[in-house]
T-cell receptor, first 118, second 114 residues
Framework: DAGVIQSPRHEVTEMGQEVTLRCKPI?????LFWYRQTMMRGLELLIY????????DSGMPEDRFSAKMPNASFSTLKIQPSEPRDSAVYFC????????????????FGPGTRLTVL | EDQVTQSPEALRLQEGESSSLNCSYT??????LFWYRQDPGKGPEFLFT???AGEEKEKERLKATLTKKESFLHITAPKPEDSATYLC???????????????FGKGTKLSVKP
């Protein structure tokens, strides 16, 4: 398997523009996670999906952020309008359900998208 | 509140100088503790999962151990290629039946000089 695929790898845009980040999870994984990583705050969960359904979006910072998962092999994270404080590295990760409620399977991360908003 | 704290923030070692990284956690109902390695410009790469106190896992020069309050990542005779940021994470407690979220520490940046 190619692993988690993200595009673009780098994005430079101007404040106020719309930005769309894309993710293809590992085939067969039923969980998909979007994270943001900054030096100050580390890795923060934005939203996660189970079987294409959003489960927890409490980490989405504002209404400017939205995420969709139209099918099991594709997800998008959109920022509209973008602001300089959105500059960060955005990661997508996927995992399988644990076989028991008491277990948790590891997440596999993509290479990330480095977003710079000028 | 579920929390993960890693120390030190940064660690500089000479090649061959063994040391340990610490990850302390507070979570209700531990469902695993995860160690990841992150190289600059890349996504975190999974290393280990530990599920119960007393458990140990090894991979090359790395050994991870787990107690009821913390985990250690021991690095024996490190080489420059071990330089990376090491992250630990635990699944959130009270997850309401779903898989839930992984809560990450801020990481330890390890530099190994030849």
């Amino acid at each position: 398997d190619a692993g988690v695929i993200q595009s673009p790898r780098h994005e430079v845009t101007e404040m106020g523009q719309e930005v769309t980040l894309r993710c293809k999870p590992i085939s067969g994984h039923d969980y998909l996670f979007w994270y943001r990583q900054t030096m100050m705050r580390g890795l923060e969960l934005l939203i996660y999906f189970n079987n294409n359904v959003p489960i927890d979006d409490s980490g989405m910072p504002e209404d400017r952020f939205s995420a969709k998962m139209p099918n099991a092999s594709f997800s998008t994270l959109k920022i509209q309008p973008s602001e300089p404080r959105d500059s960060a590295v955005y990661f997508c990760a996927s995992s399988l359900s644990g076989s028991l409620l008491s277990s948790y399977n590891e997440q596999f991360f993509g290479p990330g998208t480095r977003l710079t908003v000028l | 509140e579920d929390q993960v704290t890693q120390s030190p923030e940064a660690l500089r070692l000479q090649e061959g100088e063994s040391s340990s990284l610490n990850c302390s956690y507070t979570v209700s109902g531990l469902r695993g503790l995860f160690w990841y390695r992150q190289d600059p410009g890349k996504g975190p790469e999974f290393l280990f999962t530990l599920y119960s106190a007393g458990e140990e896992k090894e991979k090359e020069r790395l050994k991870a151990t787990l107690t009821k309050k913390e985990s250690f990542l021991h690095i024996t005779a490190p080489k420059p290629e071990d330089s990376a940021t090491y992250l630990c994470a635990v699944p959130e407690g009270n997850y309401g039946g779903s898989q839930g979220n992984l809560i990450f520490g801020k990481g330890t940046k390890l530099s190994v000089k030849p």
